[in-house]
């Protein structure tokens, strides 16, 4: 997997273009009605300035053609996955777009916190390395339904983010351990809410398309796909231990990185940085 982190950071910079034929696809055109739709009834339903719901469009166009080019790589061997991904993408779709908007009833959670594009790259990148590494169908499915979902959470999440810098300011300014401590916590907790509420959604939404589809999921996929949203983002909850000296989590809550399809999604996430938009 090290060679795909190599080979995507080299030809993206190098040619400051997604992989493959990104720029020259198109989702399927149920799919896009879908998409439109779904944008418009959010607008409706929320109040959303017009220069946001400018932005939010755009942001549907750029994700648009990242996503095809997903849909396109994975149609040949997993046509049943890009049928689940087709039938999702609309559910999920209002989440992002929370994501990246402020909402005066989360005030807290900051502006403009996450492109709705993201989730796009990082299930294009996904399809790229599993489909290259061979991956069983379940772990195509998995992987990509978790990529799917992963974020989602953002859209609910209240808490405010607290910064290694803050910590590091208290720890300079003399500030009490308790008080060190005390913000500590708080940081980790803001940090692992938007996963705990992208499992809620997740479990809900896909919940629900099990009731239609009933073979679309087994017990063992569901568990799966939460486990990683749950966990996705476990890398970056350790909050300045090697200032502090210690850890105040058990083993458990450092989730070891114990098979491809976390690590896939892991690499998957970050490796959106290095595409077009994420630069």
Do not use: C
Request: hydrophobic share 40%; no cysteine.
């Amino acid at each position: 997997q090290g060679d795909y982190l190599a080979l995507s950071f080299l030809k993206r910079f190098e040619n400051l273009m997604p992989l493959g034929n990104a720029a020259r696809l198109a989702l399927p055109a149920s799919l896009q009605k879908a998409v439109t739709d779904e944008t418009e009834r959010f607008f409706t339903e929320k109040v959303v300035s017009a220069g946001d719901q400018r932005k939010i469009r755009r942001q549907n166009k750029k994700a648009g053609p990242v996503l095809a080019e997903a849909l396109d790589r994975l149609r040949p061997s997993h046509p049943s996955v890009v049928q689940i991904i087709q039938d999702l993408y609309p559910q999920v779709l209002p989440y992002l777009i929370r994501s990246y908007l402020f909402d005066p009833e989360l005030p807290l959670r900051g502006d403009k916190v996450s492109p709705v594009h993201h989730v796009a790259h990082v299930m294009n990148f996904m399809s790229e390395i599993l489909i290259g590494e061979h991956a069983s169908p379940e772990e195509v499915k998995r992987g990509m339904v978790a990529a799917l979902f992963h974020d989602a959470g953002i859209a609910v999440q209240s808490l405010p983010k607290i910064t290694e810098k803050h910590i590091t300011n208290l720890i300079a300014s003399g500030a009490s351990k308790k008080k060190v401590a005390e913000e500590r916590s708080k940081a980790v907790a803001s940090r692992k809410e938007h996963p705990r509420e992208g499992v809620t959604i997740a479990e809900r939404i896909i919940g629900q398309y099990r009731q239609t589809h009933p073979s679309a999921f087994s017990k063992p996929d569901l568990q799966e796909i939460l486990r990683i949203v749950r966990d996705h983002d476990n890398p970056k909850i350790p909050i300045l231990d090697h200032l502090i000296g210690r850890s105040q989590f058990g083993s458990k809550d450092f989730i070891k990185v114990d098979n491809r399809l976390m690590q896939t999604h892991r690499e998957a996430d970050a490796l959106w940085m290095v595409s077009p938009d994420g630069i």
